[in-house]
């Protein structure tokens, strides 16, 4: 299911997430998942992406928004040979590769951009 995410980027255990603005009641990271036009780098400023196709660039810390979509549950098992399957069919189409630690939910993140983090993003 596509729709607009938006949120604060942050790492946790090493993996890029969206957490909820601030003022919003809490839920866990929303661990994402970007596609292959996205680039991750690091700067004088710090760690930042940029979509190859539109030139947009986000930094952590930002309040962000895209469109996205949460992705299959069978990605937030444990372990098995489905999850491994599904893991491996989305690891070949998308970047980072799913990292074991960051459990969960996932989902798709795409032409994102920053934006004031108090307006509802466009």
Known sequence: MAAGLFGRLVLV?????LVPPDGVDARPPTYLIFHQDAVIDRDAHGLYLREEGSGSAIRVGEPVSGGGGFLSPALEASAGPERDAQRAWLNARVTPNLPSRCRGPYASFHSFRAWDGRTYPP
């Open 13 to 17: 255990n090493g993996c890029l997430a």
